[in-house]
């Protein structure tokens, strides 16, 4: 990925991202995914999708989401946040905190969108994470991950295909 960015300053921003992925293992961090896509002057976006399983010790799931998207929109490092609920195709409850952020250390904001969702075994809550220096791109960041909690479930995946589309491949349309 760092040949195809070209630029050395992208090439040595990529080489410190992936050195420090290691360091999400300790925020609970079980799958990360690095999106690059056209835009800013280096010719690159990045963004970072991830999923962390959190315990929470409430015992019921609508006061566990809530808890965590307030805990989210209360870190020192939001500059401003909004918080909706969503309703999902799975009934869990579910909470989406968005907006912009701006890290120690960091010249620019960054866009984060993070959604709180209650996982089915009590005393857990699945947080999605989509965060980006490209914040001309927001909205559709938020309608990303908007759409891929939709499309969690909570069951053994099915070998047949379900009908219908993707709400993903909705947006790219």
């Known amino acids: 990925m760092a040949k195809t960015l070209g630029s050395s300053d992208a090439q040595r921003d990529l080489s410190r991202l ?3 992925l290691d360091e999400l293992a300790a925020h609970h961090v079980v799958h990360t995914s690095v999106g690059l896509h056209p835009g800013d002057p280096a010719g690159i976006s990045t963004s970072i999708f991830s ?3 959190w315990r929470s010790e409430q015992l ?4 566990s989401v809530a808890r965590t998207a307030l805990a989210i929109s209360r ?9 909706e609920f969503i309703d999902l195709p799975s009934q869990q409850p579910c909470c989406l905190v968005s907006g912009f952020m701006s890290p120690p250390g960091l010249e ?4 984060q969108a ?4 209650a996982h089915p075994a009590q005393g857990h809550v699945i ?3 989509l965060t980006s220096a490209a914040i001309e791109h927001a909205a559709a960041y938020t309608s990303i991950l908007n759409a891929i ?3 969690i479930s909570f069951s053994d995946p099915s070998p047949t295909r379900a009908s219908g589309t993707s709400r993903i491949l909705d947006l790219l349309l």
């Open 108 to 111: 620019e904001r960054l866009f």
């Open 18 to 20: 992936m050195d420090h």
């Open 51 to 53: 999923l962390a399983v």
């Open 75 to 83: 870190s020192e490092l939001w500059k401003s946040a909004t918080r």
């Open 114 to 117: 993070r959604i709180a969702m």
């Open 149 to 151: 909690a939709h499309t």
């Open 60 to 63: 019921s799931p609508r006061v």
């Open 127 to 129: 947080v999605l994470d």
